[in-house]
């Protein structure tokens, strides 16, 4: 495999007008990132400064690596989450070996996902569809969101899924404090009133600034208003964690599931962004840079990361062009371990919830659903029911997985949902019944699309849309023999629309063609495609009944027509004379 060419977004096609958009996006994502990384170490178990320690090797070695150009790298909730859960097995929580633990967690993310992406399992980001990656999407935004608004009324935030946290919230309004929620509302529309009508204002790190100067002046701490807090200040120590090497195996397992919540997280938002931006992004790449990201995290001493959803969401909408605002992201991160680790003890905890919320609004995209919904073939709802429309229920199956079952199942059940529906969609292909359409050329198409397209009196011309094979053989045998009525002499099956056929099928068109013919009927095929004609001719030579092709539909349908009055006339011979004229032929 090609190595990845490092800091692409930098040193491929960079515009000069971009710097004050990446170093604005910057400033505003260090402002989010700084705090939220505190508080992510906290869910890890770990002290609330090695969310810091992770933060600036993570965004230098993405940055080196990835394919996105506004995706950024940091502790995250669920993987700080699934950090907690996997090394408490292994630890007691608070120990200097739980601490170690976590780091050594980084550092095996790191290597696992690095041989993955070599290794080129990036494919698998082609198992999850764009439906299922919106509803991936949509769920994480607003799981992330029911966690954070009960910070704007400051309540104590409810455990398990997300309709658990928000029945929480809803059940302790009472408890709310009138003068944080005053905060975390004004934060709210301040970022969103920016966002609008003022959109080339940083409205993200106007409002973060904007909260701490009112922390000082109405000296809201006093007040109830809740506040980050003390931050220790100082570089972490650099180099591997103090473990047996049995731990890294120990850890694999948890391993591979971090990597995948992360892995999702990350090419989720950072396709989100590219279609926007109209560019690509490498799932191979995206794998490396997650890797090489965790490998950084780890040897700084600090705990696992994954492509953050909301940061990024931040970043984008300041203005962020390219990796750049990483970069300065890093610095600021570095500087605040040195110098300004005070200046972040006073921001608003409300503050904090807003810009976030504000930055996910945009994500839960209702739209789309309901596009989902209306997306879907005409005339199959007969055929598939709801399963008409798969990608609206593999969006919301992912979507609900997510909301009910967390963020790693959630996007199981959503590829196998969408996964399910394929195999329940090819075995029931549609068959269309084609009539001629009016005009001189003679074509045929579906009648059902078209009443106008007229059936041949005694001839049936069946359509299937699909390719046909083991799953589907019996379900289109059956399709097929529905159509042979009192009244139909022939049956043509146009095979331009299948594009492939196994042995199983080519044994069912056989057997179909035999059953047929028993009952008088002819059956044709019509514009096979050359691995259906090669299959279906290796298959019948040493058959009763031969299956006679034609290159176009129209062909067979007038062969059928001669056939048909061929018959007629020996028929009326015979009725006349009492005699055939000569013995029938097998077609």
């Known amino acids: 495999m090609r190595s990845p060419a490092l800091f692409t977004s930098l ?5 000069r007008r971009w710097v ?35 933060a600036p090797g993570a965004l230098i070695f993405y940055a080196a690596f990835g ?19 996997a ?43 764009a439906p299922v990656m919106k509803g991936f999407i949509i769920g994480l935004a607003l799981t992330i969101i029911v966690g954070q608004i009960p910070k704007l009324f400051g309540i104590h935030k409810g455990e398990g899924d997300f309709f658990a946290q928000l029945w929480h919230l809803l059940t302790h309004l009472d408890q709310t404090s009138a003068i944080t929620l005053l905060v975390g509302v004004a934060s709210l529309a301040l970022v969103l009133a920016l966002k609008r009508w003022a959109p080339v204002v940083p409205g993200s790190l106007v409002t973060v600034l904007l909260g701490i100067a009112a922390v000082h002046v109405f000296d809201l701490a006093t007040h109830g208003v809740k506040i980050v807090g003390p931050i220790q200040s100082g570089l972490p ?24 919540v992360g892995f999702a997280e990350a090419l989720g938002a950072g396709k989100t962004y590219a279609a926007k931006q109209h560019y690509e992004i490498d799932p191979n790449r995206e794998l490396i840079a997650l890797g090489a990201a965790n490998l950084g995290a780890g040897l700084c001493s600090g705990m696992v990361v994954n492509g953050s959803l909301s940061k990024t969401a931040v970043n984008a909408s300041a203005g962020a062009r390219s990796q750049l605002s990483s970069l300065v992201v890093a610095v600021l991160t ?15 905890d409300a503050t904090l919830a807003a810009v976030v919320i504000a930055a996910l609004i945009d994500l839960v995209d209702v739209r789309s659903l309901v596009g989902f919904y209306r997306l879907h073939t005409a005339g199959l709802g007969r055929i598939y029911g709801l399963a008409a429309r798969p990608d ?13 079952f967390d963020t790693l199942p959630g996007l199981f059940i959503g590829i196998a949902v969408s996964i399910a529906l394929l195999l329940y969609r090819a075995s029931r292909p549609n068959v269309a019944v084609l009539g001629r359409v009016p005009g001189p050329e003679g074509d045929f198409d579906d009648v059902e699309r078209n009443p106008h397209n007229k059936p041949v009196p005694g001839v049936a011309v069946l359509r299937v849309e699909s390719g046909l094979f083991f799953a589907n053989a019996d379900t289109i045998r059956k399709d097929v023999l529905a159509h042979a009525t009192d009244g139909t002499k022939t049956i043509v099956l146009d095979g331009q629309t299948v594009p492939f056929i196994d042995v199983t099928a080519a044994q069912m068109l056989e057997a179909l063609a035999e059953d047929l013919d028993r009952d008088g009927i002819q059956f044709l095929l019509a514009r096979d495609v050359g691995q259906v004609r090669d299959i279906v ?30 018959t007629t006339t020996e028929q009326q011979t015979k009725e006349r004379t009492g005699k055939p004229t000569k013995e029938p032929t097998k077609s």
């Open 11 to 15: 040193t491929q096609g960079y515009k």
């Open 20 to 54: 004050r958009g990446d170093l604005v996006a910057g400033l505003t994502v260090w402002a989010v990132l700084v705090p939220e990384a505190l508080a992510y170490a906290s869910i890890a178990g770990v002290s609330p400064v090695v969310g810091l320690y992770a």
């Open 67 to 85: 394919s996105s150009r506004q995706l950024v790298t940091g502790p995250m909730a669920a993987t700080a989450a699934l950090s907690a859960a």
């Open 87 to 129: 090394v408490g097995d292994l630890a007691a929580g608070g120990s200097h070996a739980y601490v170690q633990l976590t780091i050594t967690l980084a550092i095996t993310v790191g290597i696992i996902a690095i041989l993955a992406g070599l290794l080129r399992a990036g494919f698998l980001a082609n198992f999850i569809s």
């Open 237 to 260: 120590s650099f180099g591997l964690p103090n473990v047996a090497a049995h731990s890294y195996l120990d850890l694999a397992p948890a391993a591979i599931g971090v990597m995948l």
């Open 334 to 348: 570095v500087v605040t371990l040195l110098f300004l680790t005070g200046l972040f003890e006073d921001l608003p």
């Open 392 to 404: 609206f229920i593999s969006a919301l199956a992912a979507m609900f997985g997510v909301l009910v």
């Open 537 to 566: 001719e290796r298959e019948d030579r040493d058959r009763r009944v031969v299956i006679r092709a034609y290159p176009t539909v129209r062909a067979a349908v007038t062969a059928a027509r001669k056939s048909q009055a061929k």
